[in-house]
C-alpha cells in the first residue's frame, strides 16, 4: 500500500537512547532537556532567532490569535487545511475569504486591500505545500492598513525565501511536526515570530506562567513533551537525507506526470514537502482516485472541500479556490517511495 505520505522513522534504538535522557531524569514534561535541546537545534538548522515547540501545529495559529489580541475580521484563503480557519472562528473571529492564485495557489494579494473593513485586524495567510505568499506586497498592505500578519508555515519546514527562513516573514509562522508533516515530532508543532512578540507567545504556551506560583497571562497548555522532542530529535539528523530522496521523486513526476503541478515562486529554496497536480476536472479526477486506490495506492485531495463550505464558515465568491480544490490531488511523496512505485503512479494518472 502506498500513502500520499509515509513517516519517517528513524531506529528505534536511537529513539530509545535519546529519550533515556529524559526517562533517567523522570522528567517528561514541563520543558525539560530534550525540548530545550530540539528548540536550540532547529532554530541553528532553521536559521530563525526565536522558536517555541508546541505539542501540535494548531494551538500556535490559536495563541498568535490570542496574543495579538486580535478581533473581529481576519483575511484568510480558503484554500488550505481546516486548521488555518477553525483557529480564527475557535478563537472568536471572523474569516474573511479571499481567493487564491491559480498557479502558485497561494493567496492571491492583489484581493486583499478589497476585502479589508473596519473590523479588519490580521491576515492569516498558508505558505500553501511549502510555497511562500508574495510575503513583501502583503507586509506593505499590513503596515498601510495597520494590520498584523500571521503566517500558517505547516508545510515550511526547512524551506527559505529570498535566501532567508520562510518562518522570518511576518508577524508570526507556526509550523506543524504532526507525522505526515516533513519533519515530525508524531503530534507537535512550533511558532517563531519577531523578537518583541516573544515573551507574550511564550507565556500563553504555557498557562500564563512566570513562576511556579505567578501567573503573568491569560494561558493555555501548549507544551511539547519529552517524548515528542525525543521524537524530533531523533529525525532531525535525517533532514538532508529525507529532502535527497523527496528530491528524486518529485524529479520524477516531474518529467514524467502530463499534468499542471504547482508554480514555486521564484526566490524560493522548496523543501518537496507535496506534489499537487491539478486535473482537468473533477469527473477525471474522481475517476483516477478509484484507477490508483484499485492499486493500493491512497492520494489526498488536499485542499477540499474549500474552507468556505464547513457550514460554519460563510460561502464566498472565490472561483479560483473552488475550482482549484475540486480538481487538485496530492499525489505520494515520501522518502521511501523508488522508481517501480513512481512508474506504476505515473502510468495510472498518464491513463486517465
Ligand atoms: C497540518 C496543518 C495544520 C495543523 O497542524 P497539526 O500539527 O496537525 O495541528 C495547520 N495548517 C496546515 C496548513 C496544515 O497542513
Known amino acids: ?70 478581533r473581529g475580521e481576519i483575511i484568510t484563503p480558503a484554500f488550505s487545511y481546516v486548521a488555518t480557519t477553525s ?69 515550511c519546514f526547512g524551506a527559505s525565501y529570498k535566501d532567508k527562513s520562510i518562518f522570518s516573514y511576518g508577524d508570526v509562522s507556526t509550523c506543524s511536526f504532526h507525522a505526515t508533516k516533513l519533519f515530525h515530532t508524531g503530534e ?33 497548555n501548549a507544551k511539547m513533551s519529552e517524548m515528542q522532542a525525543a521524537m524530533g530529535l531523533a529525525v532531525l539528523p535525517y533532514m538532508a537525507h529525507i529532502l535527497e530522496r523527496r528530491e528524486a521523486v518529485v524529479s520524477y513526476y516531474r518529467e514524467h506526470i502530463s499534468l499542471q503541478a504547482l508554480k514555486i515562486r521564484e526566490g524560493t529554496a522548496w523543501n518537496f514537502a507535496y506534489y499537487p497536480v491539478l486535473f482537468e476536472d473533477e469527473k477525471t479526477l474522481l475517476r483516477t482516485i478509484t484507477a490508483l486506490n484499485k492499486a493500493e495506492i491512497f492520494p489526498r485531495r488536499y485542499f477540499y472541500p474549500s474552507l468556505d463550505t464547513l457550514g460554519y464558515t460563510t460561502a464566498s465568491e ?3 479556490t473552488h475550482d482549484v480544490s475540486s480538481r487538485i490531488l496530492c499525489l505520494p511523496l515520501a522518502h521511501n517511495l523508488e522508481v517501480p512505485d513512481l512508474e506504476r503512479i505515473s502510468k495510472i494518472i498518464n491513463k486517465r
Open 1 to 70: 500500500m502506498i500513502n500520499v505520505t509515509k513517516t519517517f522513522l528513524p531506529d528505534q534504538r536511537e529513539f530509545q537512547d535519546i529519550l533515556e535522557r529524559a526517562w533517567s531524569r523522570g522528567w517528561m514534561t514541563n520543558r525539560g532537556v530534550l525540548v530545550k535541546e530540539l528548540e536550540e537545534k532547529l532554530k541553528d538548522h532553521l536559521g530563525v532567532p526565536n522558536i517555541i515547540a508546541m505539542t501540535n501545529g494548531t494551538l500556535p495559529i490559536q495563541i498568535a490569535i490570542k496574543a495579538l489580541k486580535l
Open 87 to 155: 483557529s480564527i472562528v475557535w478563537e472568536g473571529c471572523t474569516p474573511v475569504f479571499v481567493d487564491i492564485h491559480p498557479e502558485y495557489l497561494t493567496i492571491d494579494e492583489s484581493l486583499i486591500e478589497a476585502a479589508i473593513s473596519p473590523r479588519t485586524s490580521a491576515i492569516l495567510a498558508t505558505h500553501v505545500f511549502g510555497n511562500p505568499c508574495e510575503v513583501d506586497k502583503i507586509e506593505a498592505i499590513a503596515k498601510k492598513h495597520n494590520l498584523k500578519v500571521i503566517y500558517d508555515a505547516a508545510h
Open 188 to 220: 507537535g508543532g512550533a511558532l517563531i515570530c519577531k523578537p518583541e512578540l516573544f515573551d507574550a507567545m511564550y507565556f500563553h504556551h504555557n498557562f500564563g506562567h512566570d513562576g511556579p506560583e505567578t501567573f503573568r497571562s491569560l494561558g493555555i
Open 318 to 320: 472565490l472561483p479560483v
